[in-house]
């Protein structure tokens, strides 16, 4: 015989018998409409693979603008672009960061030219442009920030003038929101938005991205001068406020998923739009393990966006994009 009182008042499990309960139940949604979707750019024609980041591509001149037309068909709201450059235009004042023919200014132009339903996410950082592979620019050994906000501010005008809607600064210099802020705003684009990456940390799960633009060769030593260390929580707050004050109109936690309590205290504490990036390591690993049969690929994907969901991200940029907006699809 059961121990079980016959009378049990809490069985939680009525409300998990079946799917449709389930579903009038559940707490939270994704939808297609939380997803931003980042992609590389290259100028060679036709595409290139990342091999760290198996189904992730670059896309050339010829190959682009119908890789964001299937974003646009999917609903997807917004792509961010990456450039990959070439190792002869990098040099250590990196001022291919602001040529306005530069990859993510010209892909931003010939985006516009075909799709005007989608929002357009300029990366702001020079770690792409730069001989020494640093977010800023370096002279002795030293990462300079005043002297990398100015380039950041010409870059970040030249991509609006190119036609992006954001601008993304993932450089993590003092000072750089406000600065691009008031850049943009005299030069007549008030509504341009800026998307801050403000609570970025010196994180390990960048590796492949490094592949993807390039960056990996070039970047001697470590990040930990400008980006956050692991071991902060608090800060990730200040820096959020700060960027607040500065001018962001959405903020940003990265990586996402070793540091959904960050964005969970953000959400909490500013109430404000809070954008998370699951980053190339996060994808790697989801990608690696499926591909060994150890976890299966698509409820893996699907729990880890959810997972954001719950923690109080009102948007994520993940390279499953696409695939999540086909389930999402499919119901
Ligand atoms: C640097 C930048 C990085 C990412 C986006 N912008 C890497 C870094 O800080 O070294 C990482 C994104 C990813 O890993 O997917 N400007």
Same mark, same amino acid.
């Given at each position: 015989?059961?121990?079980l009182?016959p ?8 409300n998990r018998?079946d %799917?449709?309960?389930?579903r ?11 997803? !931003? ?7 060679e024609m036709g595409? %290139?693979?990342?091999? %760290?980041?198996p ?7 010829? @190959?682009?603008? *119908?890789a964001?037309?299937?974003?646009v068909e999917? =609903?997807i ?5 990456f450039?990959y450059n070439?190792?002869?235009s990098?040099t250590a ?11 993510i200014?010209?892909?931003a132009?010939?985006i ?5 339903e989608?929002?357009l ?5 020079l ?5 020494? =592979?640093?977010?800023g620019i370096?002279?002795?050994?030293i990462?300079?920030n ?5 380039v950041l501010c010409k ?5 609006v003038?190119?036609g992006?809607d954001f601008v ?5 210099? *003092?000072?750089?929101i =406000?600065?691009?802020r008031?850049?943009?705003d005299e030069a007549g684009?008030?509504?341009?938005k800026?998307m ?5 940390y010196?994180? $390990? ?7 993807a633009?390039?960056?990996a ?7 930990k001068?400008?980006?956050m *260390?692991?071991?902060n929580?608090?800060?990730?707050l200040?820096?959020i406020?700060g960027d607040?004050?500065?001018g $962001?109109d ?5 990586p ?6 960050? !964005?969970?205290?953000?959400k909490? @504490?500013?109430?404000v739009? @809070?954008? $998370?990036?699951?980053? %190339? ?6 990608? $690696?393990a499926s591909?060994?049969?150890? !976890? ?8 880890s966006l959810m997972?954001f969901?719950?923690?109080? @991200?009102?948007?994520?940029?993940t390279?499953?994009a696409?695939d999540?907006a086909r389930?999402?699809?499919?119901g």
């Amino acid at each position: 015989m059961s121990s079980l009182s016959p009378f049990l008042v809490h069985r939680p499990r009525r409300n998990r018998t079946d %799917s449709w309960t389930r579903r009038l139940v559940a707490e939270n949604r994704l939808g297609t409409d939380d997803l !931003i979707w980042p992609l590389f750019v290259q100028d060679e024609m036709g595409t %290139s693979d990342v091999a %760290s980041m198996p189904g992730v591509k670059r896309y050339g001149p010829d @190959t682009l603008v *119908d890789a964001v037309g299937e974003a646009v068909e999917l =609903g997807i709201p917004a792509v961010a672009i990456f450039p990959y450059n070439r190792d002869d235009s990098k040099t250590a004042d990196c001022r291919e960061a602001f040529n306005p023919d530069n990859l993510i200014c010209s892909a931003a132009r010939a985006i516009r030219k075909h799709h005007r339903e989608i929002g357009l996410i300029g990366d702001v950082a020079l770690d792409p442009y730069n001989s020494a =592979g640093h977010d800023g620019i370096v002279r002795d050994g030293i990462i300079l920030n005043d002297e990398t906000v100015e380039v950041l501010c010409k870059q970040a005008l030249a991509q609006v003038e190119a036609g992006c809607d954001f601008v993304g600064p993932s450089d993590m210099m *003092d000072g750089r929101i =406000g600065a691009i802020r008031t850049t943009l705003d005299e030069a007549g684009h008030e509504y341009a938005k800026i998307m801050a990456y403000s609570a970025k940390y010196a994180s $390990a799960f960048y590796g492949p991205f490094r592949d993807a633009v390039g960056a990996a060769g070039f970047l001697k030593g470590d990040k930990k001068s400008y980006q956050m *260390d692991p071991a902060n929580s608090d800060e990730a707050l200040r820096m959020i406020e700060g960027d607040l004050e500065q001018g $962001a109109d959405m903020v940003m936690v990265k990586p996402g998923m070793p540091y959904l309590d960050i !964005i969970q205290r953000v959400k909490e @504490t500013f109430r404000v739009p @809070t954008m $998370a990036y699951q980053v %190339s390591g996060e994808f790697a690993m989801i990608k $690696a393990a499926s591909q060994n049969g150890w !976890i299966d690929h698509d409820n893996a994907m699907m729990e880890s966006l959810m997972a954001f969901k719950r923690a109080g @991200t009102d948007g994520v940029l993940t390279y499953f994009a696409k695939d999540v907006a086909r389930r999402l699809k499919q119901g």
